[in-house]
């Protein structure tokens, strides 16, 4: 690894429990994996509890008088009624409705805010468009470095740690917690449907006293390190910057229409574009697919989707699920094929063509 590829708070730490490997993530280490297979981390996720570094989970900072109305003008998303210690999903969109990026809003203050990012330069993007209208902010990158705690057990672990205030945390919302003398935010969120919370740690010097906080509360609850796991996203239907959405994607595409405002109550960079689109409607969307042929491989490039000798769309995450017993995937499905229970054939890139149909998200 190159020193232009940034470490954690957190980084010795994965690195003394066993980490297998990285991916690269805002030009930042994200763990990928611990347990000596996929599936075993899978299980353990849905049952205990896992503590995972995503301090690559960077944070735009942007603050004063103008910040909501630049964080405004970035996403289709009304954020007006949004509240101090709120938490909301945003899709950013540059001016032909293309996702930038698929955020986690914080609302700090009134004028403060965090957009806490998925793999894509919004710093830069945010940066460039104060500075072309002239506002009054300031787009910072703030010392903060997300530690993940994911599972069932996790809010019991974290109340035995912190307090029973964790338990009234509501979901997509803030509280604090005590690090070190320090108070430091807590939402109720991560990238899982299994259930937990995010500390947005601000401070790196502090990354090692929290998380061998955690690791030693955890050790009653049968805590292990983890990461995202490809099954439990997959199956519960989380997306992926990069794999199931880039600038080629807009909003509805990806079932994000319920974020965007189209009235003309609120302007926002790529309002006319998304207009035109809502009226148009779409001619694709991200569905699941189902397919059979044994355990499939890593979905590194699109794999066709085709029904007869038409390719109808892409698949653009795929993994065996062990709970299911068949691979499932998110695919890219045009308008005339995407109707649940429609007939498909996966072409992985293994060469095999594996039958299958097109499915509902999350998976059952």
């Known amino acids: 690894m190159s020193r232009r590829i940034r470490r954690t708070p957190y980084t010795d730490r994965v690195e003394q429990v066993g980490v297998r490997g990285f991916s690269v993530v805002n030009h930042t280490l994200l763990p990928k994996a611990f347990q000596p297979s996929v599936e075993q981390d899978y299980w353990h996720l849905r049952e205990h509890v896992q503590i995972w570094d995503v301090g ?8 004063g008088p103008d910040a909501a109305f630049l964080v405004q003008w970035m996403t289709p998303r009304d954020i007006s009624g949004a509240r101090v210690g709120d938490c909301l999903y945003v899709p950013l969109i540059d001016a ?3 996702l930038i990026n698929d955020p986690v809003l914080l609302k700090l203050a009134e004028d403060r805010f965090w957009l806490s990012i998925a793999d894509s330069d919004v710093l830069l993007y945010a940066m460039g468009l104060a500075l072309g209208r ?17 599972g069932p057990k996790a809010e019991r672990l974290l109340a035995d740690l912190f307090g029973a205030h964790i338990r009234d945390i509501g979901f997509f919302r803030f509280g604090w917690i005590d690090v070190e003398g320090t108070q430091q935010r807590i ?16 401070g790196g010097h502090l990354g090692t006293a929290l998380w061998d906080a955690i690791w030693e509360a955890g050790q009653a609850h049968d805590i292990t390190p983890g990461c995202p796991n490809l099954i439990e996203r997959v199956e519960g239907g989380l997306f992926s910057y990069g794999n199931e959405m880039t600038r080629e994607n807009n909003p509805f595409e990806i079932g994000l229409g ?19 689109i809502a009226a148009d409607g779409v001619q694709r969307k991200i569905r699941g697919v189902a397919f059979d042929g044994g355990p499939c491989p890593t979905c590194s490039k699109a794999w066709p989707v085709m029904v007869g000798d038409v390719q109808v769309g892409q698949v653009t995450s795929a993994v065996w699920s062990p709970r299911l ?15 649940v229970g429609q007939a ?3 072409r992985s890139q293994d060469g095999i063509l594996r039958s299958g149909e097109v499915s509902a998200l999350p998976f059952a």
């Open 96 to 98: 032909n409705a293309g």
């Open 134 to 150: 002239g506002l009054d902010v300031e787009v910072t990158e703030p010392d903060v470095s997300p530690l993940a705690v994911q």
């Open 56 to 63: 690559c989970q960077r944070q735009v900072q942007i603050t």
């Open 187 to 202: 939402a109720r969120s991560g990238y899982s449907r299994q259930g937990g919370f995010e500390i947005y740690l601000q």
């Open 325 to 339: 017993k068949c691979n499932v995937g998110h695919a890219m499905i045009d308008r005339a094929y995407w109707a």
């Open 344 to 346: 498909v054939t996966v």
């Open 258 to 276: 319920k974020f965007c405002t189209v009235d003309g109550s609120i302007d926002y960079i790529g309002l006319a574009a998304l207009q035109k």
